[in-house]
C-alpha cells in the first residue's frame, strides 16, 4: 500500500515537473547560461509580437538566425550571422562560459558571436517587446550588447540611428546582397552629421540619395514627410559628437517601420492589423532626380521636365555636346565670373553682384550653418568672398554654400527659397529683356488683332454661306437612314455616362498643347502624352490620330471594355475625350514606362536592372490580370495582343497591362471565336489565331508563354534572325531545353544562380504555354499553380511553333492587320 502511494507520488511529482517546463518554456522570451535554443525552437518577446527564430530564406539552403515579427505577414527585421549561415539544422543558440551570446554549428563551433569583452560569469540574454535582442549581466542588470547597435536593414521605433558618442559606436543600416541573401549588400543608410543633419543612403560608400537638411521636424529635401506619414520622428544632437534619428509611434495594433531594400530602396512599410499583410506607404528614391548629383554641378533637377537636368539660370553646360546626349554628370559652368572686388567702395554703382531668388528647391549639398537672423542672412553671405547661395528656413535658421551647388532639385511644392549669385551682368540682361518685352508685347498684340479681324471676317462670310446652303437643301427630303458623321455614329455606339468626359481644353493644358516634350510615345493607331490636371493628378493621354483611317473601332472598343475593368494588375482608365472631332484615352500614369524599355537593353544602368525577384513578382502579377479577364471579371475577355511593350509598370514595378484596343468579349459558355480581322503583333500570335482567325484564352496563354520567355532571357523572340540556327526565342529555347541547357537561356545579368530549380520551372512552364496545338495548352488558373508550386509535377512540354511571321493569306482567308511593336500606351521619360 505504501508502496503504491509513493509511485502516485512520483508520477504526480513527474507530470507536474513536465506540465511546468512546458508552460514556462513556451512562453520563454530568454535564454541563461547551460541553456540551449536548438533549431527548431523559438524565442517570443512577452507581448507576442517579435521572436528569435531559426530561418532559411526562399529557394536558398543557408540557415540563419534572425528577430521577425510573429504574425502570418512575417519579415525578417535583424539578422545575427548574415556572413556566415548555417549549412544545416543542427546549429544551436547558447550563452558561452565568458558570458557572450553565440550560435554553434553542429561541430559545435561558433559561427557568431555577440564579442563582449571583458568576460562575464552570469549572463542572459533576452528578446524585449520593442523587438531588440539584449544581453544582461545578472549581477548589476547592466546591458552588455543588443541587436539595436548591431544593425540589419530594417529600421523599428527606439532604435538609433546615427553616432552615440557614448558607446562610441556609429549604427547604419545595411541592405541585404539580395531578396535571398542577407549578407551585406552594396547599399548603407544613416546620418551624415559633417555639416547640418541629413539622412543618406550610400552605394557602395558613394552618396545615393539625400533627404536634405533637419528642421527639427522633417527633412527638408522629402516632400512628402509630413507628420502623416512620419508620426513621432525626432532627431537629438547634443552638438558633442552624438546625433541619432529614432522615432516612436503608437497606433493601435498597426505597426510601422523602414527598411532598405537590396536594391537601395527606403521604404517604409505598414501593417494593419485588420488586413494583416504590410503595404509600402512611402519609399525613395521616388524619382529620377532624387539620384544623387544627377546633373552634376550647378545643374537643376526637375522630374517634370523634359529633359530632366537644366542648369541654372546664369550657368551654361560644362560640356555642350554631352549634355545634348543625356550625359549630365559633368554638369555646369558660370557664364559670367563675378566679380572680384567686395568692398562696396571700390564697385562702380550698380556694378555688384545680387542674388536670384529660386522657389520650391531641394537645396544644394554641403550647406553650413551660419549664426544670422534672417534679415542678415543675405548681407553675410554677400560679404563673404567665398559665399556663392544662401537660404534661410524656420526651424534651420541660415544656410551658406560655398563652392559647388551639387544636388539641387525643383519641387512641384514644398522646398525652400535658394538665393544663388550671379554676376551683375546677368541682371542687366534680364532688365534689357523686360524692357524689349515692353516694347514689342504691343507690337505684337496690335498685328494679332489685325489678323484676328480679318480671319473673322473671312469666316462670317463664309458662315453665311453654309446658312444659305442649309436653307436650300432643307427643301429636300432625306431618307430616315441617313448616316451622321463617323465620330457621331461612334459616340452612339457606347454609353459614356458611367465614364467621366474630359474636354478638350483641359487635356490641351495638361499636356501643354500636346507639346513634344510631353510625348510618351508612339502606339499602332496614335501618340501618348504626359500631363498633369489642375488638381495636380498625373495622366497618360493616348491621342488618336486624326490622320489615320485605322483605330476609331479600336477606341470604341477599348472604351467599352476598360471601363468595366477594375483590377490591381490592369492600366485604369480614367475617362475619355470626344470633342472638336478627337478620340482621347485618358489612363493613370505609370512612372516606370513598359516592361520592355526594362527588358530588351534601353537602360543599362545598374539600378533599373530587373533581378529575379522582380522578374518573378511581374510574371505572377501579369498572370492574375489575365487570370481576372479570362475567368474572374464581368465579362469574359480575351486581349489578343498581351506583349512586353503592353505591360506597364508603376513606381514599384508593380505590372499592369494596357492597350484593350484590340480585346474581345466572348460568351460565358464559349471556349473560342472566330474573326476575319487578325490583329496582333508578330512573335507573340499563336499559330491558330494567325492562321485561321481562331482565338481563346489558350491564345492569350501562348502570348503569355512568350512574354514569360523573353522576361526570363532578356531578349525578344523576333530578336534571332536565325542566330545559332533558330529562327525564334521559342525555338532557341526548345533546343536548349532537349539538350539540357537551359541555363543558357537566362539573362546573363541575373546572379541568382542558386535559384537554378526556380527558373528552370519557369522555363518549363513557359514552354507549355507555348506548345503548337491549343488544346495540350494549360488555361491561365493552372499557370499560376505551376508557377507557385500548388501543382508539383509538371507534363513535358511538346515542341512550340517555331515560326516569328504568319504565312501569307490566300484569298478567302483571313486578312491580317499587325500592331507595330510599340507599346500603345508607352510611358517614356528621358533617363
Known amino acids: 500500500m505504501k508502496l503504491s502511494l509513493s509511485c502516485k507520488n512520483i508520477l504526480l511529482c513527474c507530470a507536474f515537473l513536465v506540465l511546468f517546463f512546458l508552460i514556462t518554456n ?43 515579427f510573429n504574425m502570418k505577414s512575417q519579415s525578417v527585421i535583424w539578422v545575427a550571422n548574415r556572413d556566415q549561415p548555417l549549412q544545416d539544422s543542427s546549429g544551436r543558440v547558447t550563452i558561452s562560459e565568458d558570458g557572450n551570446l553565440v550560435i554553434l554549428n553542429g561541430q559545435g563551433k561558433s559561427v557568431w558571436s555577440s564579442n563582449i569583452s571583458p568576460a562575464v560569469r552570469n549572463s542572459t540574454a533576452q528578446l524585449l517587446d520593442t523587438g531588440n535582442l539584449v544581453l544582461k549581466d545578472n549581477s548589476s542588470e547592466r546591458v552588455l550588447w543588443e541587436s539595436f547597435s548591431d544593425l540589419s536593414d530594417s529600421y523599428l521605433q527606439n532604435m ?53 537638411p533637419w528642421d527639427k521636424q522633417v527633412f527638408i529635401g522629402v516632400p512628402n514627410m509630413t507628420s502623416f506619414y512620419f508620426s513621432g520622428f525626432e532627431l537629438v544632437n547634443d552638438n558633442m559628437g552624438t546625433t541619432y534619428f529614432y522615432y516612436s509611434y503608437y497606433q493601435g495594433d498597426d505597426i510601422l517601420y523602414l527598411v532598405l531594400n537590396s536594391t537601395g530602396f527606403l521604404q517604409q512599410k505598414y501593417l494593419y492589423a485588420r488586413k494583416n499583410e504590410w503595404e509600402v506607404t512611402w519609399a525613395t528614391p521616388s524619382n529620377e532626380c532624387d539620384f544623387y548629383r544627377k546633373c552634376g554641378p550647378f545643374g537643376s533637377c526637375d522630374s517634370e521636365s523634359s529633359p530632366i537636368c537644366s542648369c541654372l539660370q546664369g550657368f551654361k553646360p560644362k560640356n555642350q555636346e554631352e549634355w545634348v546626349k543625356g550625359n549630365w554628370t559633368n554638369g555646369c559652368i558660370r557664364k559670367t565670373v563675378l566679380e572680384k572686388e567686395r568692398n562696396n567702395s571700390n564697385i562702380e554703382q550698380g556694378k555688384q553682384d545680387w542674388f536670384l531668388k529660386l522657389q520650391s528647391m531641394k537645396v544644394p549639398d554641403y550647406p553650413i550653418w551660419v549664426p544670422s537672423a534672417k534679415e542678415d542672412c543675405e548681407s553675410d553671405c554677400f560679404r563673404n568672398f567665398s559665399c556663392i547661395a544662401y537660404s534661410y528656413y524656420r526651424g534651420i535658421g541660415c544656410m551658406h554654400w560655398e563652392g559647388s ?26 532688365k534689357s529683356n523686360k524692357v524689349a518685352i515692353r516694347i514689342i508685347v504691343p507690337i505684337i498684340c496690335t498685328i494679332v488683332i ?60 495638361a499636356t501643354d498643347n500636346f507639346h513634344l516634350s510631353s510625348k510618351l510615345g508612339q502606339g499602332g ?26 483605330g476609331q473601332e479600336e477606341f470604341m472598343n477599348e472604351v467599352v471594355v476598360i471601363s468595366k475593368l477594375q483590377h490591381r494588375n490592369l492600366v485604369r482608365l480614367l475617362g475619355c475625350c470626344i470633342e472638336r472631332g478627337e478620340k482621347m484615352l485618358v489612363y493613370e500614369y505609370m512612372p516606370k514606362r513598359s516592361l520592355d524599355a526594362y527588358l530588351f537593353g534601353v537602360h543599362i544602368e545598374e539600378e533599373y536592372f530587373l533581378d529575379w525577384s522582380k522578374r518573378v513578382i511581374i510574371i505572377e502579377g501579369i498572370g492574375r490580370g ?84 523573353e522576361i526570363i532571357s532578356g531578349r525578344r523572340n523576333t530578336s534571332f534572325y ?86 501569307p493569306s490566300k484569298k478567302g482567308s483571313s486578312r491580317i492587320q499587325v500592331s507595330v511593336n510599340d507599346v500603345s500606351i508607352t510611358i517614356m521619360e528621358a533617363r
Open 626 to 709: 489575365l487570370l481576372y479577364l479570362h475567368r474572374d471579371s464581368r465579362l469574359r475577355i480575351i486581349h489578343r495582343d498581351l506583349k512586353a511593350s503592353n505591360i506597364l509598370l508603376d513606381e514599384y514595378l508593380n505590372p499592369k497591362i494596357s492597350d484593350f484596343g484590340m480585346a474581345r468579349i466572348i460568351a460565358g459558355n464559349q471556349d473560342q471565336a472566330n474573326t476575319i480581322r487578325v490583329v496582333g503583333t508578330y512573335g507573340y500570335m499563336a499559330p491558330e489565331y494567325a492562321m485561321t482567325g481562331r482565338f481563346s484564352e489558350k491564345s492569350d496563354v501562348y502570348s503569355f508563354g512568350v512574354l514569360l520567355l
Open 405 to 430: 551647388l551639387i544636388d539641387s532639385q525643383k519641387f512641384s511644392k514644398g522646398g525652400a527659397d535658394l538665393f544663388i549669385r550671379l554676376a551683375y551682368t546677368e541682371q542687366e540682361k534680364k
Open 450 to 509: 489685325a489678323i484676328l479681324g480679318y480671319i473673322s471676317s473671312k469666316l462670317l462670310a463664309k458662315h453665311r454661306g453654309r446658312k444659305r446652303k442649309r436653307e436650300l437643301l432643307s427643301k429636300k427630303s432625306f431618307p430616315s437612314y441617313y448616316k451622321l458623321s463617323l465620330a457621331r455614329d461612334d459616340i452612339n455606339r457606347v454609353k459614356f455616362e458611367d465614364l467621366p468626359i474630359y474636354s478638350f481644353d483641359m487635356l490641351a493644358n
Open 26 to 68: 513556451a512562453s520563454s522570451d530568454s535564454i541563461s547560461i547551460n541553456e540551449f535554443l536548438q533549431d527548431s525552437e523559438t524565442l517570443v518577446s512577452n507581448n507576442k509580437t517579435f521572436k528569435l527564430v531559426f530561418f532559411c530564406p526562399e529557394n536558398s539552403a543557408n540557415r540563419y538566425v534572425g528577430i521577425m
Open 525 to 550: 493607331f496614335g501618340s501618348v502624352y504626359k500631363g498633369k490636371l489642375p488638381e495636380g493628378q498625373e495622366i497618360a493621354v493616348k491621342r488618336l490620330s486624326q490622320s489615320s483611317g485605322q
Open 722 to 807: 536565325q542566330e545559332d540556327g533558330a529562327l525564334s526565342l521559342l525555338a532557341w529555347a526548345w533546343k536548349l531545353w532537349n539538350e539540357n541547357k537551359i541555363v543558357e537561356l537566362v539573362d546573363s545579368k541575373i546572379i541568382e544562380l542558386q535559384l537554378k530549380k526556380e527558373i528552370h520551372r519557369c522555363v518549363h512552364v513557359g514552354l507549355l504555354c507555348v506548345q503548337e496545338y491549343a488544346e495540350d495548352r494549360p488555361n491561365v488558373s493552372t499557370v499560376l499553380s505551376m508557377l507557385t508550386r500548388e501543382i508539383d509535377d509538371l507534363p513535358s512540354p511538346k515542341q512550340p511553333a517555331f515560326t516569328t511571321r504568319p504565312t
Open 160 to 212: 538609433k540611428l546615427g553616432t552615440d558618442k557614448s558607446t562610441n559606436t556609429t549604427n547604419l543600416l545595411k541592405s541585404w546582397r539580395s531578396p535571398v541573401d542577407p549578407s551585406d549588400g552594396s547599399f548603407s543608410a544613416g546620418i551624415q552629421t559633417e555639416t547640418i543633419p541629413q539622412i543618406f543612403i550610400w552605394k557602395n560608400g558613394l552618396p545615393h540619395w539625400r533627404s536634405g
